[in-house]
């Protein structure tokens, strides 16, 4: 059976959700939040396939602008 771009895209998600709650004392928070973003570009790539709704490409952009948050320094300004 194939994977449709949806499934890959629902996986794809899915990992990036697991790689940024899986937080560990010690461990480099932006080598975590690196992995979850270049597999929602991975996501993003699959989405630009015309069978995938333009709500579901909505969704991973969404995603992908949200990790901006989390790439931001803590006491940095946020950007413009």
Known sequence: MTETPGDRIEKLLLRADSTLRSRVAGADDAAR???????????RDIARDPDVPPSVRDLVQRRLDGLGVLERPADGPAAA
């Open 33 to 43: 939040v690196a992995r979850a973003r270049r597999t929602l570009e991975e996501a």
